[in-house]
């Protein structure tokens, strides 16, 4: 199963790609929802490589997550994939200048089942695909969004 969307946002590339590489405040963000996540690499600078542990809980049980940063090529697309509770997923971002202060990001996720169970729950997350890519394209714009607001004083001083 896919998921693909695409924002264009009111800042740099590498304004955008700062935002979407700040791995230490995505884990603050996901601790925020209840998830515990921790590093597992010795890796000192982010780069191609870096991976994470995770748990939390979904649907009335606790699910661990594998995760590996597979692709990092600043300024333009990151590539993370990882294994949750018999699912593959690989979450692909993809930035493109569109303007000096304009910055196109695609954001996609794959999901493929591995175990009985998890085709089970991808079957039953098909049934409701709709509302998932509704869902889905709402979180991606509004994080555009704050990409674009953290960043709106840097682009357009007030005067």
Known sequence: ?????????EATL???FEAVSDFDGIERAAMRRGAEVTRTDN?????QGMTWHASFPFRNRTRTADMLLKTYEAPHQIELFSKVSGIEATVEVELMSLSRNRTRMTMSIDMRPKTIPARLLLQSMKLARASLVKRYRKRVANYAQSIESRYRTTVHPIR
């Open 14 to 16: 590498e304004q955008v």
């Open 43 to 47: 890796l000192t600078s982010p780069g």
């Open 1 to 9: 199963m896919k998921f693909k969307t695409r924002e264009d946002i």
